[in-house]
């Protein structure tokens, strides 16, 4: 956090110092009282200038709703600086899902966000005032970068986050998420990034023509190769591998393409997450039945993979995988 850093070293004040308010800010706690005791006292010039800095940071980012979810998962809608809106979601179990830009470009058939189209990207201040935002609610140990938006379009900052998060958030690798679409050239960015945070594919189809009706803005690529590309990071980099793929009846919930998806990761660390498609105003797919769900799932793991059914987390708050519209409740 270079801001506060700078604030405190330019004004007089010493690493120590600059090192105690960059812990408290980014683990949610507040600043000021860091340096309540006397051996810890900040000098006289330095304090104007971190609350300045201080100020400047929270208003980067202010959460106009909060929405409660009955999984115990809490949406946030934030206003960003520049009057943006976008979402972020408190997860059960310590986790948080970020939002990386205002909008999506890639426009997945399935996602409220996909409709909006892109407005732009965060910063890296702005993915690291939505962390804040989370900790100073609840406990945040593992950050998902799946809100709004398609990190690979925002990779510098996402990245330069992660590698935040991690030196300055204690947060550890593996539970920094990176999820993308695919492009092949990314994997080889990620894992210039340290650390390389772990990898959560959006494959949703093995078919080629099928996906790119489904994903229509994402990198045409074989969807074959994109996974073997994915595999080969996760594994080179000692991470488990998160498929995501989206269950919409009579598209993607096909056995035959479950079983050739198993055959494809079996004996990699992969774990395949099934997402039933959540409901989204103006899009009208279908779940599979409760039953077709749970035959899949004992298919793919009878072939030897581990699979879970992601009933995505805030669902009852439209906190769900594919329902960010950052729209207030009483638009609707
Ligand atoms: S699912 Fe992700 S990549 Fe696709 S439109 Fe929504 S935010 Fe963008």
């Known amino acids: 956090m270079q801001r506060l850093r700078d604030a405190i070293l330019d004004s007089g004040g010493k690493a120590v110092h600059a090192d105690r308010a960059v812990d408290a800010w980014m683990l949610g706690r507040p600043v000021l009282e860091a340096f309540s005791e006397p051996r810890y006292a900040l000098p006289r010039h330095a304090r104007p200038a971190l609350e300045a800095a201080l100020a400047e940071l929270g208003a980067l980012a202010r959460v106009v709703e909060e929405h409660p979810a009955e999984d115990g998962g809490r ?5 960003l600086g520049d009057g943006s809106r976008v979402e972020t979601v408190l997860l059960p179990r310590d986790g948080l899902c970020v939002s990386t830009q205002v909008g999506c470009r890639v426009g997945c058939q399935f996602c409220g966000t996909g409709t909006l189209g892109l407005v732009r990207n965060l910063t890296t201040e702005e993915l690291l005032a939505q962390v804040r935002l989370g900790r100073e609610r609840q406990k945040v140990r593992r950050v998902v970068f799946m809100g709004m938006g398609e990190p690979a379009h925002n990779i510098e900052s996402v990245l330069e986050a992660v590698a935040t998060l991690h030196r300055d958030g204690r947060i550890g690798r593996e539970q920094l998420v990176f999820s993308t679409v695919g492009h092949p050239r990314v994997f080889a960015r990620l894992e210039e990034c340290t650390p390389p945070p772990a990898l959560a594919l959006s494959l949703h189809s093995l078919d080629r023509d099928r996906r790119r009706v489904l994903l229509p ?22 991470h488990p591998l998160q498929v995501q793929w989206t269950l919409i009846a009579g598209r993607t919930d096909g056995l035959e393409e479950a079983e050739e998806l198993a055959s494809l990761v079996r004996g990699t660390r992969t774990v395949v997450n099934y997402i039933p498609v959540n409901a989204v105003d103006g899009l009208a797919f279908q779940r599979p039945s409760g039953e077709h769900i749970h ?8 072939l030897g993979v581990l699979t ?13 995988c594919g329902q960010l519209v950052a729209r207030p409740k009483d638009r609707g």
């Open 217 to 238: 803005r994402a990198p045409d690529v074989e969807p074959r190769e994109l996974l073997a590309e994915a595999v080969a990071y996760a594994t080179r980099n000692r």
């Open 295 to 302: 035959a899949l799932v004992a298919r793919v793991q009878d």
């Open 308 to 320: 879970k059914v992601r009933w995505s987390a805030a669902q009852d708050a439209t906190g769900g």
């Open 75 to 79: 949406k946030l809608l934030l206003e």
